[in-house]
């Protein structure tokens, strides 16, 4: 069994402080209305269900409620479920709080799984890889799985070799100032004089492979006009 990640620590710290989500509902609806554009150019004839992984504040998930029957909220933090509680649609929201990569649903029994601004936070990829068999085993067929996730050629990033280098530089920094925070977050210490989070840089070919390991029958990366522009990876089931 793939236990939660070690990312967890200081993403429920991080909820007990508040920081690290945005609760901007009206960016929320700006960002769902986008993105339902896309899908339905991509065939979801369906909004009775949706599963939502890594709600935060409820910022999208007030959006997606507004057209869902029900959406399954999933978050690490507790506080942020209690936040995502009290969003004006939450009458069609239930949350759920995971403590290993499993969605506590039936399978075959949603018409969306998104996750958005979420997976790049995730420190082992095992743990992504989990829940993208998750998203998979929950659809049903005809489904689709939408996955925000940073590449090369969009969040800013040219790829170019300074750029890269930089990047990995700071990488390699931020492992070990991380590795000691989680030690004090464990310890019990919850504000500290700075924050930090793990943060990936994905390859769309790797996670289109893994997507497609899962069973998903076709995946589309598009780079939609989001904030400056973002990528979000679409999977059919």
Same mark, same amino acid.
């Given at each position: 069994?793939?236990?939660?990640?070690?990312?967890?620590?200081?993403?429920?710290?991080?909820?007990?402080?508040?920081?690290?989500?945005?609760?901007?509902?009206?960016?929320?609806?700006?960002?769902?209305?986008?993105?339902?554009?896309?899908?339905?150019?991509?065939?979801?004839?369906?909004?009775?269900?949706?599963?939502?992984?890594?709600?935060?504040?409820?910022?999208?998930?007030?959006?997606?409620?507004?057209?869902?029957?029900?959406?399954?909220?999933?978050?690490?933090?507790?506080?942020?479920?209690?936040?995502?509680?009290?969003?004006?649609?939450?009458?069609?929201?239930?949350?759920?709080?995971?403590?290993?990569?499993?969605?506590?649903?039936?399978?075959?029994?949603?018409?969306?799984?998104?996750?958005?601004?979420?997976?790049?936070?995730?420190?082992?990829? @095992?743990?992504?890889?989990?829940?993208?068999? *998750?998203? =998979?085993?929950?659809?049903?067929?005809? /489904?689709? +799985?939408? !996955?925000? $996730?940073?590449?090369?050629?969009?969040?800013?990033?040219?790829?170019?070799?300074?750029?890269?280098?930089?990047?990995?530089?700071?990488?390699?920094?931020?492992?070990?100032?991380?590795?000691?925070?989680?030690?004090?977050?464990?310890?019990?210490?919850?504000?500290?004089?700075?924050?930090?989070?793990?943060?990936?840089?994905?390859?769309?070919?790797?996670?289109?492979?893994?997507? @497609?390991?899962?069973?998903?029958?076709?995946? *589309?990366? =598009?780079?939609?006009?989001?904030?400056? /522009?973002? +990528?979000? !990876?679409? $999977?059919?089931?």
């Amino acid at each position: 069994m793939i236990k939660s990640s070690a990312s967890d620590i200081e993403w429920r710290t991080y909820g007990e402080l508040e920081y690290g989500a945005s609760d901007n509902l009206s960016a929320g609806l700006e960002e769902w209305s986008l993105l339902k554009t896309h899908l339905h150019q991509l065939g979801l004839d369906r909004m009775q269900t949706c599963v939502e992984l890594g709600c935060g504040c409820g910022r999208l998930t007030n959006a997606l409620a507004q057209d869902f029957a029900q959406v399954h909220a999933l978050d690490v933090s507790p506080h942020r479920l209690d936040l995502t509680n009290r969003v004006p649609n939450s009458i069609n929201v239930a949350c759920h709080l995971v403590q290993e990569p499993v969605i506590p649903l039936a399978d075959g029994s949603c018409d969306l799984c998104i996750s958005t601004h979420v997976l790049q936070h995730v420190s082992d990829m @095992r743990v992504v890889e989990k829940y993208l068999y *998750e998203m =998979r085993r929950v659809l049903r067929p005809a /489904g689709l +799985a939408v !996955i925000h $996730a940073p590449v090369i050629g969009a969040h800013g990033m040219t790829g170019s070799l300074s750029e890269v280098m930089r990047r990995r530089g700071k990488e390699v920094v931020k492992r070990g100032v991380l590795a000691i925070t989680r030690l004090i977050m464990r310890a019990g210490v919850r504000r500290l004089p700075w924050k930090i989070d793990h943060y990936r840089v994905f390859s769309f070919v790797q996670l289109s492979d893994s997507l @497609r390991q899962c069973g998903f029958s076709s995946v *589309e990366l =598009r780079i939609l006009p989001w904030a400056g /522009g973002h +990528a979000y !990876i679409f $999977a059919r089931n």
